[in-house]
């Protein structure tokens, strides 16, 4: 009984997230990495997530590092982001580069930061090339791809896949892209939904960290 009690609780909580949730926005820019940007899309909307992606170009179409064409959700210009839940960088050269060099999204991050509740989550050259940059992450722990972690301003690099801390979600590189989005779902819906979605993708963790053994 109190089993069941435990697996209903678990399912409201979850329903309640998801009625409650705000809109997140993965950005895409001339030169992103597909991998990561179509995996943490993919996962989220799994998920039962509202993420849209948005393109920082003057079009919808924006084409990755390795030539595959997106088409973006919205454009950057005709977009409110008011209240975001998350923002979510892939990597990618030079996409990464791209997004950084975007003046208006440099102003949405740094509101996003400064925010009570808003997150963003970034991977491979996006951790060092736009957050860290920009300063934002100042004292929190991350991880990004090798050599990226020197634009980092005063944060705490760990050699790890996937690093949390405080509003920040970061991963290493596209081997990663994976388990970087199944720890965003965790972060909002909790490890139960996480696990979910992991389990319907083939992906049996005990937890989104120990999926790095699946092939041992």
């Known amino acids: 009984m109190a089993l069941g009690v435990c697996k209903a609780s678990g399912v409201l909580a979850s329903l309640v997230n998801l009625i409650i949730m705000k809109e997140s926005f993965v950005f895409l820019a001339d030169g992103f990495e597909e991998i990561e940007a179509i995996s943490v899309i993919d996962i989220l909307r ?13 079009s919808l179409q924006v084409k990755g590092a390795h030539g595959i064409t997106v088409v973006a959700d919205v454009l950057y210009d005709s977009t409110l982001f008011t209240d975001a839940e998350w923002l979510i960088f892939p ?19 740094k509101n996003q930061a400064e925010s009570e509740k808003g997150r963003m989550a970034a991977i491979c050259a996006a951790p060092g090339e736009v957050l860290g940059q920009l300063g934002v992450l100042k004292g929190e722990k991350f991880t990004c791809y ?17 690093v949390v801390s405080g509003k ?48 041992g």
């Open 46 to 58: 799994r998920a039962g997530m509202d993420v849209k992606t948005v393109s920082i170009t003057a």
């Open 146 to 162: 090798p050599s990226f972690e020197g634009k980092v301003v005063d944060g705490i690099h760990e050699p790890d896949k996937v």
């Open 168 to 215: 920040y979600v970061t991963a290493n590189g596209p081997s990663s892209a994976t388990l970087w989005a199944l720890e965003i779902v965790k972060e909002s819906l909790g490890e139960a939904v996480a696990t979910e979605v992991a389990s319907g993708m083939l992906l049996y963790p005990k937890t989104t960290q120990d999926a790095v053994n699946i092939f």
């Open 91 to 109: 990597g990618g050269l030079p996409g990464a580069t791209n997004l950084y060099e975007f003046a208006p999204l440099q102003g949405l991050i």
